[in-house]
């Protein structure tokens, strides 16, 4: 891959990321400044090596100045934004100013249908390809490869790892993080390999291990979440090992409450509602574990509107990671059996999960997580946390 093609692909890269946090943010947030101006800064660099950088969307997959990109869940998620706000040409010219950037950035970042008038300037042009387009045969075969793939790495060795791990902390010693972060190493290898690991949400382990496959299922949510919004490196392992880690403060809970069948009476319910603070605390004083793990444990489920518990301040403010899987773990409860009751359909999710935006769950992330889920084919069932 030439340093060309490098910088352009960078350049996709910042140009979602700043529409994904214009959308969270407000227009002066310092986050959103500081990416758009990255971004003006390296597409202004690139135009002026090579005059023009050209981006066309063919069916989900993503040609940059002539060359097809591999398939990966970033491109094809940035893809998707374009398709649906009817763009299949984008094509940046030299000379393109701040205003330019900055108010594709807010085209990009607003709800479909939502935002201004597509329109071309001197130095962004959009444009639509008028081809016939036919369904791809190939997708669901190269799918089922990404799930397979999957199930493959994630050995039976890992598996007896991470329970083990759950073992140490009910035993009241002292976890080693580095195992947790090995398999979230595992599981952002096989996104950029495959790029379709979603297929295997529950069916990580045929077996009744299923605090490691609801774990796993909301370490993979996270990820994809994350990636969606540009989020890379370290910052990305960090999320996945939180998601790994949120509910570990149920291993403070007795068994017999965590495991009953009928309803919970409110003595039972008041030591499920401990588990976050117990969580963080426990999660606090292990060396290495990632300070968000810690506040994510404690604020999962908290709510969007700070309705949740434990009971937060007004003032409070939520760690993006802690919104992040609040989606993941509330999308991967119920589409899984429980003692209680058999899995929702995913339109009864959808439904659920969209009323709830806005009060106990982020309006722009569960947009953006439907957003991916809708490009990938429908989960199947499996078990949750109690």
């Known amino acids: 891959m030439n340093d060309q093609n490098l910088a352009a692909r960078n350049i996709i890269r910042l140009l979602q990321s700043a529409s994904a946090n214009a959308a969270l943010y407000e227009s002066g947030h310092l986050q959103v400044v500081r990416l758009g101006n990255q971004l003006f800064e390296e597409l202004s660099a690139a135009l002026e090596a090579c005059g023009e950088l050209s981006v066309i969307v063919v069916e989900n997959e993503l040609i940059i100045n002539g060359r097809?990109?591999?398939?990966?869940l970033f491109f094809n998620r940035f893809a998707t934004m374009l398709k649906a706000r009817g763009i299949e040409?984008?094509?940046?010219?030299?000379?393109?100013?701040?205003?330019?950037?900055?108010?594709?950035?807010?085209?990009?970042s607003a709800a479909v249908g939502q935002g201004e008038e597509i329109a071309s300037s001197d130095h962004l042009r959009f444009g639509c390809l008028k081809l016939p387009m036919g369904g791809d045969p190939s997708g669901s075969e190269?799918?089922?490869?990404?799930?397979?793939?999957?199930?493959?790495?994630?050995?039976?060795?890992?598996?007896?790892?991470?329970?083990?791990?759950?073992?140490?902390?009910?035993?009241?010693?002292?976890?080693?993080i580095s195992g947790i972060a090995e398999v979230v190493t595992g599981f952002v290898e096989l996104f950029r390999q495959e790029g379709m690991p979603l297929l295997v949400?529950?069916?990580?382990?045929?077996?009744?291990?299923?605090?490691?496959?609801?774990?796993?299922?909301?370490?993979i949510l996270n990820l994809a979440q994350a990636m969606?919004?540009?989020?890379?490196?370290?910052?990305?392992?960090?999320?996945?090992?939180?998601?790994?880690?949120?509910?570990?403060?149920?291993?403070?809970?007795?068994?017999?409450?965590?495991?009953?069948?009928?309803?919970?009476?409110?003595?039972?319910?008041?030591?499920?509602?401990?588990?976050?603070?117990?969580?963080a605390r426990y999660l606090m004083d292990i060396p290495g574990v990632p300070r968000m793990a810690a506040i994510a444990a404690y604020e999962h489920h908290a709510k969007f509107n700070l309705?949740?518990?434990?009971?937060?301040?007004a003032s409070w403010r939520l760690n993006l990671c802690s919104h992040l899987t609040m989606v993941s773990?509330?999308?991967?409860?119920?589409?899984?059996?429980?003692?209680?009751?058999?899995?929702?359909?995913?339109d009864q999710i959808t439904t659920m999960m969209l009323d709830m935006s806005g009060t106990e769950l982020h309006p722009a992330l569960t947009r953006n997580f439907f957003q991916i889920i809708a490009d990938l084919k429908s989960?199947?069932?499996g078990r949750p946390s109690p």
């Open 68 to 72: 097809p990109q591999e398939h990966s």
């Open 89 to 108: 040409h984008l094509k940046f010219l030299r000379g393109i100013t701040r205003e330019e950037v900055k108010s594709l950035v807010y085209l990009l």
């Open 142 to 176: 190269r799918g089922d490869r990404a799930a397979a793939e999957v199930l493959k790495e994630l050995s039976q060795q890992e598996l007896d790892r991470f329970t083990e791990m759950y073992r140490t902390v009910q035993r009241r010693q002292q976890l080693k």
């Open 201 to 219: 949400l529950a069916a990580l382990r045929d077996s009744d291990e299923y605090t490691f496959t609801h774990s796993a299922n909301v370490c």
């Open 228 to 279: 969606a919004l540009g989020i890379e490196g370290p910052q990305l392992r960090d999320i996945g090992v939180a998601a790994m880690l949120h509910d570990i403060g149920k291993l403070f809970v007795p068994e017999e409450v965590l495991n009953k069948k009928g309803k919970l009476t409110d003595e039972e319910f008041e030591l499920i509602k401990q588990h976050p603070v117990r969580g």
């Open 307 to 313: 309705s949740g518990y434990p009971e937060l301040s």
């Open 329 to 346: 773990d509330f999308f991967d409860a119920t589409r899984t059996r429980r003692s209680y009751r058999e899995p929702l359909e995913l």
């Open 379 to 381: 989960p199947v069932g």
